[in-house]
Nanobody, 125 residues
Framework: QVQLVESGGGLVQAGDSLRLNCTAS????????MGWFRQAPGKEREFVAA????????YYGDFLKGRFTISRDSTKNTVYLHMNNLKPDDTAVYFC??????????????????WGQGTQVTVSS
């Protein structure tokens, strides 16, 4: 069974940076995209960022305003989320996700086939 394993979460202060990592247990060269969602307590899971594998096009949630960057290392089957200038509102469980086929909407969680277990990011003020 394919697994997505996240790491890199933790407790930081407002204004700090953090990098999340997500590694797939299989080669990802045939994936359509990998990305990140987050879910804060009492809120819906929301789209954060995704990268389309074919041409490395990146997509971001509107709320980010350039603070986060998604990147990948195909040789390591890994996608990263670089988070800068973190705010208390960024506190959430961050989930890695992957989709193997195109179509649908890259921003929609229902279009993703694989999910990681989540990693907690807590930003103190």
């Amino acid at each position: 069974q394919v697994q997505l394993v996240e790491s890199g979460g933790g407790l930081v202060q407002a204004g700090d940076s953090l990098r999340l990592n997500c590694t797939a247990s299989e080669r990802t060269f045939r994936y359509y995209a990998m990305g990140w969602f987050r879910q804060a307590p009492g809120k819906e899971r929301e789209f954060v960022a995704a990268k389309r594998w074919s041409d490395s096009t990146a997509y971001y949630g509107d709320f980010l305003k350039g603070r986060f960057t998604i990147s990948r290392d195909s040789t390591k089957n890994t996608v990263y989320l670089h988070m800068n200038n973190l705010k208390p509102d960024d506190t959430a469980v961050y989930f890695c996700a992957a989709r193997k086929t195109g179509g649908g909407d890259i921003y929609t969680r229902d279009d993703y086939d694989l999910w990681g277990q989540g990693t907690q990011v807590t930003v103190s003020s």
